[in-house]
């Protein structure tokens, strides 16, 4: 009877070990068909190449990729040398200078916006925002990238702004309007103003007010 019992367990045995064996091979078949299908990336399985876009590697002074035709190349602006440029300009509104002279962590104070080419150098100047802690955007920077680091070139005290650049290399600055009365979340209106670069500075050429949404 003991020896009819073990014959049944060994018997018992074999069949877990062969059904483990099994399943792990069906596992490691099915591992090995996502990874070369895209689903899971496995060490040292062939996958296709894939090309970076400018949005996604960003180039200092226009150098590396080039963009695509009609697009501008993104950069990566210092902002801790655009804090010092800015505080060294006599002509910084006080609003600006306060925020910016107690601001010990930029990202708290300083943001990068879109890369246009306004100036149409071929190099990216990069837009740069100035907000709160809470992240109240209330004026916007263009820096030029220079070899001797980046210059601001031009300033507008604007209010949670939308920039974007035209096809024409203008830029349109959308941005909402405040009156004392208004809460953050409900603007009295917006307003719509074109920039353009006249060789030497950024003039406006349009502005356009709408009153409520």
Request: proline share 7%; hydrophobic share 40%.
């Amino acid at each position: 009877m003991r020896m009819w019992r073990a014959g049944r367990a060994s018997a018992g045995a074999c069949r877990r070990t062969l059904l483990t064996a099994v399943v792990t091979a069906t596992t490691l078949v099915g591992l090995s068909a996502c990874a070369n299908g895209g689903g899971l990336r496995v060490e040292g399985a062939d996958a296709p190449a894939t090309s970076a876009t400018p949005s996604e590697t960003p180039s200092v002074m226009g150098e590396g990729i080039a963009p695509e035709p009609g697009r501008t190349p993104e950069v990566a602006v210092d902002l801790a040398q655009v804090r010092v440029k800015l505080l060294a300009d006599r002509r910084l509104p006080d609003i600006s200078r306060r925020v910016l002279t107690n601001c010990t962590v930029i990202s708290r104070c300083l943001s990068r916006g879109k890369s246009v080419d306004v100036m149409h150098n071929g190099t990216p100047q990069q837009l740069v925002l100035i907000h709160t802690i809470e992240n109240f955007v209330f004026g916007i920077f263009l820096i030029a990238l220079e070899p001797a680091g980046p210059r601001p070139i031009w300033s507008l005290k604007v209010e949670q702004p939308t920039i974007n650049a035209s096809p024409q290399g203008d830029l349109v600055v959308e941005s909402k309007i405040y009156t004392l009365d208004d809460k953050v979340c409900c603007p009295s209106g917006r307003r719509v103003e074109v920039y353009r670069w006249n060789g030497r500075q950024m003039i406006k050429v349009s502005s356009t007010d709408n009153k409520g949404d």
